[in-house]
């Protein structure tokens, strides 16, 4: 039984989705996974991102609390529930209309002669070209024995070549983080695809001898060749109505969108809380304000909070304006009561929400105990007395 998890996507600012977060709360950590499909600028996003993702770790916040906090990033999905892991490393496989177009760019349309050494290079293929023969194998006097290593003959080589002439040998697909693509068993590969073989098999060459052996045997590097050559004689005609097909992901061909079983990202929710990031929350403002004789300070802590956060800021930040706010003349008479007037409409607001659920961000502010129940927000009667007896006085004078 998988356990349900929370992840984010995180989208690049052309639209590109480079990569997801998710988190386990089981296993206690936030896991990054970059997109399979994605442009190599989108990796080296996804590596920065990844780095924020340790970032935030480190500084205590609980994995959902890290999800959150990232959510309201720019081009940052809201947090969203998927079934398992498994869920989201198969986002992670999907590829889009605009991942087969950024491959289909890399080829070079303008370049007619390659186009023709391509077909050139591939129609002069003899059998013996295609049976390619082996050398090393033998034992050293030393006792060390040869690694095997194929030996291509010229036309093998001039048709690796004519691949990369037209663009089809390319670093936007990045081929060590997908299977070896393979060939349909109805034949055929998409444009796109032919772009994602080629670059697998001539740049998987040279980690592991033989490559381009095993695609000649197996038809997948001819079937390149014609998709390629089919496409730039005529791209539209090249495009076969295989979209949304969704193959085994071990089998080398892609999954493509749409893919109806994955779970869709929600609305977004009420505002979640700055501080605890317990929900419902709402957008307020407290403020504080001090008075020194002839200076002024001034405090504002805004954005949103939930009930319990609410009540904490706004008894702090009263309290402290009740003790501080009137010790000079503009203070006394303008600011520190427009100050506490603003604090009390502000609560109205906070005192409506229901209790909040749990917090993801960290510890949930205490509110404490009423504003009237504080000694120190008697002090705001010193300046009220004094201005009652100076009123007192002047009546008095005035007999």
């Known amino acids: 039984m998988t356990n349900p998890v929370h992840y984010i996507a995180v989208t690049a600012l052309d639209g590109e989705v480079i990569g ?5 709360a089981d296993a206690g950590d936030v896991e990054w996974i970059n997109r399979r499909a994605s442009s190599t600028s989108a990796y080296e996003a996804g590596m920065e ?25 720019p081009g940052v999905g809201p947090v969203t529930e998927a079934p398992g892991a498994e869920a989201v490393e198969e986002l992670a496989r999907i590829v889009t209309p605009a991942d087969d177009q950024r491959l289909l760019t890399q080829l070079d349309r303008d370049d007619p002669e390659a186009w023709r050494e391509l077909a050139d290079a591939f129609d002069a293929l003899t059998d013996e070209d295609r049976d390619v023969q082996w050398g090393g194998g033998q034992k050293s006097p030393s006792g060390a024995i040869h690694m095997p290593f194929p030996k291509y003959s010229k036309g093998v080589d001039r048709a690796v070549q004519a691949l990369h002439r037209v663009g089809a040998v390319t670093p936007e697909h990045r081929w060590m983080d997908n299977p070896m693509p393979t060939l349909p068993p109805e034949g055929g590969l998409r444009p796109a695809d032919a772009v994602r073989a080629a670059t697998a098999v001539v740049r998987g060459e040279k980690f592991c001898d033989g490559t381009i052996d095993n695609s000649l045997r197996s038809g997948l590097l001819d079937a390149v060749a014609d998709s390629l050559r089919d496409w730039y004689t005529d791209p539209a005609a090249a495009q ?8 085994s992901p071990d089998s080398g061909q892609v999954r493509r ?19 605890c990031g317990g929900s419902p929350a709402v957008d307020v403002a407290f403020r504080a304000h001090r008075g020194l004789v002839v200076l002024m300070g001034f405090r504002k802590t805004d954005g949103p909070m939930c009930m319990t956060c609410g009540l904490a800021v706004y008894r702090a930040l009263t309290a402290h304006t009740l003790a501080w706010g009137w010790w000079s003349p503009l203070s006394l008479f303008v600011f520190a009561p427009l100050t506490l007037l603003r604090n009390v409409l502000a609560a109205r607001k906070v005192k409506k929400l229901p209790p909040p659920g749990p917090g993801t961000l960290g510890p949930r502010y205490d509110p404490g105990v009423p504003v009237r129940r504080r000694p120190r927000a008697y002090i705001a009667l010193v300046p009220v007395l004094w201005v009652l007896f100076m009123i007192v006085m002047g009546l008095s004078g005035g007999v």
């Open 20 to 24: 997801y977060a998710w988190a386990d």
């Open 49 to 73: 991102w990844y780095r924020r993702i340790r970032e935030a770790r480190d500084r205590g916040l609980t994995p959902l609390g890290v999800l959150h906090l990232l959510s309201h990033e």
């Open 240 to 247: 076969p109505p295989s979209w949304g097909a969704a193959p």
């Open 257 to 275: 969108l749409p893919h109806p079983d994955l779970p869709e990202p929600p609305d977004p929710t009420l505002p979640m809380c700055r501080f």
